[in-house]
């Protein structure tokens, strides 16, 4: 998954993009190519979510040139990056099927392979549910940036409110937009999702810390005045780092992955089916593509709509075990209902969260 998913690059194109935006609102130049260059970053994630940016930035290009055309000429150049998007999914599934319920091969299935649909939505249950997701939305963010970050988080978009309120409104906008799309959405890729609201409250926070130290600049020497605020976030990251220091050490001098990996693989019996949970399915398929380890094993995740492996499409694990049972072992580390239900288990030897299903008497 981290291989092949492209949202760090894609961030790093929507900040140099809103850079290029705001130079061109503040008249310093750049024009159309500018312009372009947002669109194109833009489209360019790997999440098609990231089209949530596009109405509240068209229409602060259209409020910049004050010309429809700059705008429609724009939200053309958005639709070609776009496509070229969609056409790298369409070729680079048909080489390597993605593990996902639905295939970019037709229309419907792009549409709802790009914008994440086999993500299990939440059930909204009215006002306490949304206020319960805006407290975690809020827990969550202000974690990351260590709590006291918050203050010139909000100290920086009142600064860029009083210096460009056309700005200010379109990146709160985006903001906005993106916390309520997946506010519906569980918490299983959430850090990367909303990635572009971290980049936005990263920007406010610069710009706070410099607030900061031009209110003071008397006090800070003169020589000192223009590193200073570059100095004040070095800190602050620095600071931000060492809070999370043990917990980052213990996780880069472990080799629990590894060994749980290793055993796994050596006690899996011969030609198995592995039903695994997605946390170490996706290191187990790792290992196996990667380090070619296994080939002899089908993988298969828990899931009771359509997969897509190299092995072909599983429309349903369990009917998908049921059906081949007799001719190879399955073993799985994950208990599901319908399991217990339908199936006695053993412990695998060697292992201690690794169950074999024994077959039924239809199987003797």
């Given amino acids: 998954a981290v291989i092949t998913e492209l949202y760090a690059p894609s961030l790093l194109l929507v900040s140099g993009a809103l850079l290029a935006l705001r130079r061109w609102e503040a008249g310093d130049g750049g024009g159309l190519p500018l312009t372009a260059m947002v669109l194109l970053g833009l489209a360019l994630g790997a999440h098609f979510a990231n089209a949530l940016l596009l109405p509240v930035l068209l229409l602060l290009v259209l409020a910049v040139s004050r010309k429809l055309s700059t705008a429609l000429l724009c939200g ?7 496509a070229l998007v969609a056409a ?11 593990l996902s319920e639905h295939l970019p091969l037709s229309a419907g299935g792009l549409w709802l392979y790009m914008t994440g649909a086999e993500h299990q939505a939440r059930v909204a249950s009215g006002g306490a549910f949304y206020m319960s ?5 809020l ?3 202000a974690g990351n940036f260590v709590f006291v970050g918050l203050p010139f988080i909000a100290l920086g978009w009142w600064r860029m409110w009083r210096a460009t309120r056309r700005f200010a409104t379109a990146l709160t906008g985006t903001v906005v937009i993106w916390f309520g799309y997946f506010t519906l959405f569980g ?6 999702m909303i990635g572009p609201v971290y980049l936005l409250c990263a920007v406010w926070l610069a710009l706070g810390v410099a607030d900061i130290a031009e209110r003071w600049s ?14 004040a976030l070095a800190v602050f990251a620095a600071a931000a780092l060492l809070l999370q220091w043990q917990e980052r050490r213990n996780f880069a001098q472990s080799a629990a992955v590894q060994t749980y990996v290793d055993d796994a693989l050596a006690a ?5 089916v592995v039903i695994a949970r997605w946390n170490e399915f996706t290191a ?10 296994r080939g002899d094993v089908s993988l298969l995740l828990p899931a009771r709509t359509a997969r897509h492996y190299e092995h072909g499409i599983v429309s349903d694990y369990f009917d998908y075990v049921s059906a081949v049972m007799c001719e190879r072992p399955v073993v799985t580390n994950k208990l599901t209902a319908e399991i217990e239900a339908g199936f006695a288990v053993t412990d695998v030897p060697g292992t201690r969260s690794w169950l074999q299903l024994q077959p039924p008497a239809r199987c003797q």
């Fill in 139 to 141: 827990a969550i963010v």
């Fill in 76 to 82: 053309l150049l958005m639709l070609g990056a776009i």
């Fill in 133 to 137: 997701r805006v407290a975690e939305h």
């Fill in 268 to 272: 899996w019996p011969d030609n198995a």
């Fill in 218 to 231: 008397g006090a800070i020497p003169l020589s000192l005045q223009g590193v200073a605020p570059a100095a």
């Fill in 187 to 192: 918490s299983g890729d959430y850090f990367v």
């Fill in 284 to 293: 187990l398929r790792y290992a196996q593509v990667v380090d070619q380890a």
């Fill in 88 to 98: 790298a999914n369409v070729w680079l599934a048909l080489r390597l099927p993605p």
